[in-house]
């Protein structure tokens, strides 16, 4: 276990309007989550504490790549204000 990890990050909407931003990562082995993070602001940082924490959790994290598996994903348009 631990070997391979795999990851998304998924856009929250939220009733106010704004965002947050939720990072996974799971061991792909055991299919157990392994690790996440929250934030309110898409940054680096949410994937590198979501791995973090996986490593936390269930001990130590496999190598690391920057490379993305899927293009990034934007928050959702907001549909236009009846005037």
């Not at 940054?43 to 590198?48: G, K, N, P, Y």
Request: include cysteine; charge should be positive.
């Amino acid at each position: 276990m631990n070997t391979k990890h795999v990851g998304d990050i998924t856009c929250l909407p939220l009733a106010n309007g704004t965002f947050l931003y939720l990072a996974t990562a799971i061991d792909i082995t055991s299919r157990r989550l392994a690790g996440w993070a929250l934030a309110d602001q898409l940054r680096a940082e949410l994937v590198v504490d979501a791995l973090a924490a996986a490593e936390r959790t269930r001990g130590s994290s496999p190598a690391r790549s920057s490379t993305p598996t899927t293009a990034p994903s934007t928050p959702p348009l907001r549909s236009p204000q009846p005037v």
